[in-house]
């Protein structure tokens, strides 16, 4: 399972020098969590501070916009560096023309659920899609508890998956609460990819955790 670190969780005066660092202590994506202050409550960064990194690293920039009608600012993020962009199925109703320009872009395309969305909605996209962000939280803030009862969506694409290889391909991803006391979980599910922020970030050396969630994966 490959462990993408939340940079939301990072010290920002030095955010350059912390993304160099949970690169070089394995992290295998680095994950950017952008928020407008209306989709959630929380207000982050937008594409000219993901610009101004992309240089930091040469791993997968998995761009999360938790923003309204992400589709006005599609191009911005595309020609930051943005390697892969998730958008919310709650904050959009041009799904159809988001997937198609990012597809045209030759970048990969997420949709995310909140917690309260029924994941059967995203049954219509699921074979143009290349993940599916399950959140494990409410977004807009990090440090908060797994929601264990959100493992019934991995399990539900992932059993989807298994039944048709040959249409479906996308790879399923989770955020929020990940630590090691739920790692194990977590992968029965039948998640590849998990978010992590503060479960890394607080710990002086990231290797240790970014290790931890690996090896339990």
């Known amino acids: 399972m490959l462990v993408a670190p939340s940079i939301l969780a990072a010290d920002f ?8 660092d949970v690169d070089q202590a394995g992290a295998d994506w680095i994950h950017l969590d952008v928020m407008d202050g209306q989709f959630v409550q929380n207000l982050t960064f937008g594409a000219p501070i993901i610009k101004k990194v992309r240089s930091c690293t040469s ?3 998995d761009v999360h916009l938790m923003i309204v009608n992400p589709e006005n600012l599609l191009d911005s993020f595309l020609d930051a560096g943005a390697d892969l962009i998730t958008v ?5 109703s041009k799904l159809d023309d988001i ?3 990012v ?4 970048k990969k ?3 995310s659920l909140k917690p309260n969305s029924p994941v059967d909605v995203l049954d219509p996209y699921l074979d143009q899609i290349d993940l599916i962000l399950i959140m494990s939280v409410e977004p807009g803030w990090g440090g908060q508890s797994f929601m264990e009862s959100m493992l019934d969506k991995v399990s539900y694409l992932s059993s989807l998956r298994n039944k048709n290889p040959s249409k ?4 399923i991803q989770m955020d929020g609460g990940i630590k090691d006391s739920n790692i194990e979980r977590v992968k029965k599910a039948g998640c590849d990819v998990v978010v992590a922020g503060s ?6 050396d990231y290797s240790i955790p970014i290790g931890i969630l690996h090896e339990n994966s």
């Not at 919310?88 to 959009?92: D, G, S």
């Not at 597809?103 to 030759?106: D, R, S, T």
């Open 13 to 20: 005066s030095k955010l350059g020098q912390e993304i160099r």
């Open 59 to 61: 791993k997968i920039f």
């Open 88 to 92: 919310h199925y709650e904050a959009t």
């Open 99 to 101: 997937i198609s320009r």
């Open 103 to 106: 597809k045209a872009a030759g």
């Open 109 to 111: 395309i997420g949709i």
């Open 168 to 171: 479906f391909h996308f790879q």
């Open 199 to 204: 479960y890394v970030f607080k710990c002086e």
